[in-house]
């Protein structure tokens, strides 16, 4: 299929393709928390990243990157990221605040492209910078979020985690997105169970006890959000400009909250709920300053 021109209307299959991703990562978040609630977080993720190499092993082939920027990019996507995303589900109850905090990898996307590769920034991307982070603020003030302050911060690491790793990716932008996703589950598998059994105890138990859903939640959680969602988020990317596509994808707390209101009893306080809001407004910002930014980028190089 050809790339479609320059701010043409985004075509059916493109919105089915929005529409999924947001669908399956926003249930993955629900998953990942019920996952936590019976297996020790680290071992789970190093179960995710196990069923996902048996898809994307095909796809490691070389030639390969410089091996120490390489280790460094697989260490930040991978078991880092991965690691404290699935730690800070296990930490928190308030499923809401925990999400939208890891949505902050736009904005510190932007913010590390200024400070490590000297990409310009804006005034709009600054303010979405401030009101992001100010509804983050925000939200650990609520009452009923205070004992999730620590599963909050760990959200945020993980952010960071993966907001470095995105940047040094652009850095070697030859590497195929489903190769890069099988050297992380390559690296990540090993790493992550040897650090589970080596910190998290009655791992085995725990296993042997977990219900059949547990391990439903981990093939959707490898297949259809490592795999699936994440190799579609790459074709939309590829054909429409990043800005574009990545505000859609601020849907994806909404579906999780809407979820745990209606079937796990969560209680979003107007707090929350404000902080929220303006914590995705802010990273809206970031993403639409993103998509100016390259459009003028683009009219430059056809003036010169």
Not at 33 to 45: A, L, N, S, W
Not at 146 to 170: K, N, Y
Not at 253 to 261: E, T, W
Request: glycine share 8%.
């Amino acid at each position: 299929m050809l790339k479609p021109a320059a701010g043409s209307p985004l075509l059916p299959l493109e919105w089915a393709a929005i529409v999924g991703i947001v669908l399956v990562w926003g249930i993955n978040n629900i998953a990942a928390k019920y996952m936590t609630d019976h297996v020790p977080p680290i071992f789970m993720g190093g179960a995710r990243f196990a069923v996902a190499l048996l898809f994307l092993f095909p796809f490691i082939r070389p030639p390969f990157p410089d091996p120490k920027r390489l280790l460094i990019i697989l260490l930040m996507i991978g078991p880092l990221n991965a690691g404290l995303i699935y730690l800070g589900f296990s930490m928190v109850s308030s499923l809401s605040a925990f999400i939208v905090s890891l949505q902050l990898w736009v904005p510190f996307t932007a913010l590390f492209a200024w400070l490590i590769l000297g990409e310009a920034m804006v005034g709009l991307q600054l303010i979405g910078l401030i009101v992001a982070f100010g509804g983050i603020a925000w939200m650990t003030l609520s009452p009923g979020t205070q004992g999730d302050i620590p599963g909050i911060l760990v959200g945020v690491a993980a952010s960071i985690c993966w907001a470095l790793g995105t940047i040094l990716v652009r850095q070697v932008p030859s590497i195929k997105p489903l190769k890069l996703q099988g050297m992380t589950a390559l690296l990540s598998t090993p790493l992550m169970f040897a650090v589970a059994f080596g910190t998290e105890k009655d791992i085995v138990p725990a296993v042997v006890a977990a219900p059949m859903m547990v391990w439903v939640c981990v093939i959707w959680a490898a297949v259809l959000s490592t795999v699936g969602a994440t190799a579609m988020m790459f074709w939309l990317v590829q054909r429409r400009e990043p800005g574009r596509i990545m505000p859609y994808f601020l849907m994806t707390p909404l579906v999780s909250a809407v979820i745990s209101v209606l079937f796990m009893g969560e209680i979003v306080t107007w707090q929350v709920a404000m902080g929220g809001a303006a914590t995705l407004a802010g990273v809206a910002l970031v993403a639409l300053s993103e998509r100016r930014l390259a459009k003028a980028s683009e009219k430059g190089l056809e003036t010169t």
